[in-house]
């Protein structure tokens, strides 16, 4: 059974108990109003219990189970491992909390439920009681917030000195990737100058410019730090490596940043995941129009030789661009 077709089942079997409470619930109705309201709440208490509660609570254990199988490999940066340890984190403290609050609250839709000669209390407010929840939560978040924090500030430092630098451009419906060439240094950047061949509008006066590669493909070394810097040329993307647990948003305007150390090479977690068809996905993680779900790529890891191999061979922007100038002033 699919998921899908688990959790219709689930909604079937809930419409029919409905449905037959509802047909009890008529059936009564030449009752006496007082014992019909007793009986009535009596079935209503003990309906939602059984449905909503029990229902709900094997659905949720069910969605746990089928998700376990199905989780993603180990992260391949130290990055993703802290990230998810605070997910995991946040996912046991809230499902402890969840089971608790929700079997008290069903628990006390049966025992007080309304019925005849039992009048609800008033109780003001005891500040003591207040005190001690407010103090309790505080608690909780801290013990939630402090790991997150520690790690948020690991993750988001500078990136090493010796990192790969790669800048990555979100656009409808799309990524484009420019690495630095020899100087190491990207060229200025001016919308206004975008046009066909030049996507991502780079000054050609700009001379830290003139060696810069643009490309579709991304492709990275094994064990270095990958520093990515983040932009969008239109509306909010976000840059999601799921396998890095890593995920950053693209926004128009304001560069973003975040770097990873990743620690193995494709070809290292197809022999790991023991799928031969393994890729490292990228996708894009903000709702950004219809073409949302075409903005998928792959990154691919390889041996830092592999590497310096490949970006030898690429040809820097501005060749392209010099060549096509020429050739448009010919004309
Ligand atoms: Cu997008």
Not at 5 to 32: C, P, R, S, T, Y
Not at 68 to 84: F, M
Not at 153 to 160: D, E, L, S, Y
Request: hydrophobic content about 45%; proline content about 6%.
């Amino acid at each position: 059974m699919t998921f899908g077709e688990f959790m219709l089942l689930v909604a079937g079997i809930f419409i029919l108990a409905w449905i037959v409470f509802a047909i009890g619930h008529l059936i009564e109705l030449n009752k006496d109003p007082e014992e019909f309201t007793d009986s009535h709440n009596k079935r209503t208490a003990w309906a939602m219990f059984i449905i909503i509660y029990v229902g709900g609570m094997l659905a949720s254990a069910y969605s746990v189970w089928y998700y376990l199988e199905r989780k993603l490999p180990e992260p391949a940066a130290q990055q993703g491992v802290w990230i998810q340890t605070i997910n995991d984190l946040n996912v046991l403290a809230t499902g402890i909390v969840f089971v608790i609050t929700t079997t008290m609250l069903f628990l006390y839709i049966i025992k007080y439920y309304g019925r005849k000669g039992r009048k609800a209390q008033y109780i003001p407010g005891k500040i003591k009681v207040e005190m001690m929840i407010v103090a309790g939560v505080a608690i909780g978040l801290m013990i939630l917030i402090l790991p997150s924090g520690y790690y948020w500030f690991q993750i988001m430092t500078p990136a090493p000195k010796d990192a790969i630098k790669v800048e990555v451009t979100g656009y409808q419906f799309a990524w484009m990737f420019r690495y630095p060439g020899p100087d190491g240094k990207f060229g200025k950047r001016d919308w206004r100058l975008i046009n066909p061949d030049n996507p991502l509008g780079i000054d050609p006066n700009d001379p830290a410019g003139h060696d810069d590669i643009v490309t579709t493909e991304f492709k990275v070394p094994v064990g270095k730090p990958i520093a990515l810097h983040i932009r969008s040329r239109d509306v909010i993307h976000s840059f999601f490596i799921p396998f890095f647990r890593m995920k950053m948003d693209a926004v128009p305007g304001v560069p973003t940043f975040m770097w990873f150390t990743p620690k193995y090479t494709t070809v290292q977690m197809r022999e790991k995941t023991g799928n031969e068809n393994f890729v490292y996905e990228v996708a894009c993680a903000e709702l950004c129009g219809s073409g949302h779900s075409s903005m998928r790529t792959t990154i691919d890891i390889v041996e830092p030789q592999e590497f310096e191999q490949w970006l030898n061979k690429q040809t820097a922007w501005y060749e392209t661009y010099k060549n096509k100038q020429v050739i448009a002033e010919m004309k």
